[in-house]
């Protein structure tokens, strides 16, 4: 297979170089990206070194890097095309010219505000989503449930928790989770701390060959993981869902991007942050 080193170059934290860059090479099949990012380039001095780096690889991997850059820099930007060896591929050269047209003014060229504080209210719901999500994770309490805007449930390994944690992260959303357990499913009913809450509830299910395979790498060789135990969880689970009504989604062949983004959309949630 094919082997190409990627790497993201910005002068502050490189996630949106990395995550916009990652999304185009989703696009490619039959390589091999091995993904580096090189974010706070803000001084010649250490765009240098990051220079350096880059072209190391060329001359002993024998194979021209993909760079991708945020640089907001004018300077730093043009000190990269300058001496860097690689494809740089830079996002905000591409956009920046046509849109300073089309509004007719010109960027800001100010590093961070991406990912900066910016507006702090904004900030500050994020860490309060935050907060909520571990405070009410895996059914720990369920006091808080009445200002939740969603409460996951599902079987073990269903990927509640991330999910929760993503919405809070990324939307602002108050995500709860609880786990469902072989007492819960048994009764064939909802648990009764969440049966007030019924309205908020959002159920997550899993195909029983990919639980098992996931169990199996926690606890191998457990009754847990067996493959019997994961189809008769699934099969009561979902049955669950049916009988109370509750909206589920099968996360099986799901990023935790994509399980977020549909829960927010079927669930008809208004997010809170949009940065």
Known sequence: ?????????????GITAETLGRSMMTQFDGIEF?????PFLDTPEKMSEAIERINTVLE?????PIVFSTLVNA?????LR?????????????????????LGIKAAHVMGRSHGIGNFAN?????????????????????????????LIGVSRTGKTPTSLFLALQF?????????????LHSRQLPKPLQPFSDK?????????????????RRPNSRYATSTQCQLEVDAVESLYRAEGVRYLNTTNMSIEEISTTILQQAGLKRRLFA
């Open 82 to 102: 300058r001496e860097c060896k690689g494809l740089l591929l830079d996002f905000f050269d591409a956009f920046n010219a046509p849109l300073e047209a089309e």
């Open 123 to 151: 900030y500050m719901a994020r860490i309060e989503a935050l907060n909520y999500a571990l405070n009410n994770d895996d059914g720990v309490s369920t006091k808080n449930y009445p200002t939740a805007d969603i409460v």
């Open 60 to 64: 002993d991997e024998r194979v021209r």
């Open 75 to 79: 300077e730093l930007l043009e000190q």
């Open 1 to 13: 297979m094919q082997h190409r080193p990627v790497f993201f170059v910005s002068d502050r934290t």
């Open 172 to 184: 602002g959303i108050h995500a709860a989770n609880y786990p469902l357990t072989d007492e819960d």
């Open 34 to 38: 091995s993904f580096t990012r090189l």
């Open 201 to 217: 509830l959002f159920g997550l299910t899993i195909d029983p060959d990919r639980l098992q395979q996931i169990r199996s790498e």
